[in-house]
């Protein structure tokens, strides 16, 4: 018996990059601010009351859109922060992370020959997940420093075959944001158009120095036509429980589910519980930004006087920082260079673009001890 041989259905796509930098980090002891994740636990409370609700039994199968009470608690939060009722019985799935909800959602609506736009640099999972699909990833490229959206070129972007757009803010990996501005020029790009709008909205309680983030929420034009998706990974330093989830309108959340039940079907049960419990007492995660504002302003004050000049970072836990003054080497030899000879891993800004030249920044993730901030600064300083 010979193994059968099929062709890849996604020939051109390595091993996730966050995969690669955190095994070569590991590899060569590096201090390791490449893979988005904190290196401190998360409170010990939420593992105690994960371990009650397994104590008090709810270790059978969750109801396939989620636990009623963690979709009653969103539904009260993204009302009060941001003006849009959500019916928790018919208008919210909890997904396994908002990797699962990304990839449901892009599967519940994407056929072959549809178009979906995404703005790059992106997240690696979407433009895999449009392929999968049959559907075909149209670029519209955020230029370096900037990284602002040129809506000239969405204007050029938009097909009859447009299905899809996807819209993530804050954004990884440039930490950017869109402004009020933006949203009312996306409504109006839109308008008379049946284009989805997905917005990748993960980091959405991590913002700095005041600022508002415009969930698509906010803009029932929008709104009517969009799926919000969030993680509570990134909110509640638990990146490895993968709980997530998508909010829309009735219509296209009944489409979500019908793949949703046939990707994961439902999601760890006590930790959608518990869950439940901390979105309810602690809707808008309070402190949180205070907290990785202060970690990314103990980031740039530590780098000071190193030959790294520091990009605008207005929410995320991703500093980008570019390399000019140092190289002209392209970012991922770069990257290579400063994990193996300095011992600090970083990700290459290109792992998130395609087609197009990246700019000379590399991207560090500052959800870290700060004594992890502090070695990790005193080698980029000799850099
Ligand atoms: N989108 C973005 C922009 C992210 O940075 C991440 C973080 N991994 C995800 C989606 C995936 O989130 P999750 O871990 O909840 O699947
Ligand atoms: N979101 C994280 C990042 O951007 C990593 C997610 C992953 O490892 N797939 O680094």
């Given at each position: 018996m010979t193994t059968p041989l099929l062709p890849s259905k996604l020939p051109s796509t390595g091993v996730s990059i966050f995969s690669v930098m955190t095994r070569l980090a590991n590899e060569h002891g590096a201090i390791n601010l490449s893979q988005g994740f904190p290196d401190?636990?998360?409170?010990?409370?939420?593992?105690?009351?994960?371990?009650?609700?397994?104590?008090?039994?709810?270790?059978?199968?969750?109801p396939m859109a989620g636990v009623q009470a963690l979709r009653?608690?969103?539904?009260?939060?993204?009302?009060?922060?941001?003006?849009?009722?959500?019916?928790?019985?018919?208008?919210?799935t909890i997904t396994s992370g908002a990797t699962e909800g990304l990839f449901s959602t892009i599967t519940a609506f994407v056929r072959p020959g549809d178009e979906v736009i995404l703005f790059q640099p992106c997240y690696d999972s979407y433009a895999p997940a449009v392929r999968l699909n049959g559907g075909t990833p149209v670029f519209v490229t955020l230029r370096f420093p900037e990284y602002r959206i040129d809506w000239d070129e969405v204007r050029r972007a938009l097909t009859p075959r447009t299905r899809l757009l996807l819209l993530n803010s804050p954004h990884n990996p440039t930490g950017t944001m869109v402004s009020a501005d933006d949203m009312r020029e996306l409504a109006r790009v839109l308008d008379g158009r049946d284009v989805v709008v997905v917005g990748d909205e993960v980091y959405e309680h991590i913002l700095f120095d005041g600022r508002r983030h415009e969930s698509l929420a906010r803009y029932p034009e929008l709104a009517d036509r969009s799926v919000v998706i969030s993680s509570f990974g990134k909110t509640y330093h638990t990146t490895g429980w993968k709980v997530g989830y998508c909010a829309a309108p009735q219509a296209l959340s009944a489409e979500i589910q019908r793949v949703h039940q046939f990707v994961t079907f439902s999601v760890n049960a006590a930790i959608q519980h518990t869950y439940a419990e901390v979105v309810a007492r602690d809707p808008f995660a309070e402190g949180l930004a205070a907290f990785y504002q202060e970690k990314r302003d103990r980031f740039l004050r530590l780098i000071e006087g190193s030959r790294f000049r520091p990009l605008p970072c207005q929410g995320t836990y991703f500093q980008l920082l570019d390399h000019s003054a140092i190289t002209t080497e392209r970012d991922t030899d770069f990257a290579l260079r400063l994990l193996r000879e300095h011992g600090v891993a970083a990700i290459p800004t290109s792992a998130f673009l395609q087609g197009e030249e990246p700019g000379p920044v590399l991207r560090f993730c500052f959800a870290k001890r700060d004594e992890t901030l502090e070695r990790a600064a005193a080698k980029l300083r000799q850099v």
């Open positions: 401190f636990d998360c409170a010990p409370e939420l593992v105690e009351a994960v371990a009650r609700h397994m104590r008090a039994g709810h270790n059978q199968y969750a009653e608690a969103l539904a009260a939060k993204l009302e009060r922060l941001y003006g849009r009722r959500y019916d928790p019985a018919t208008e919210i």
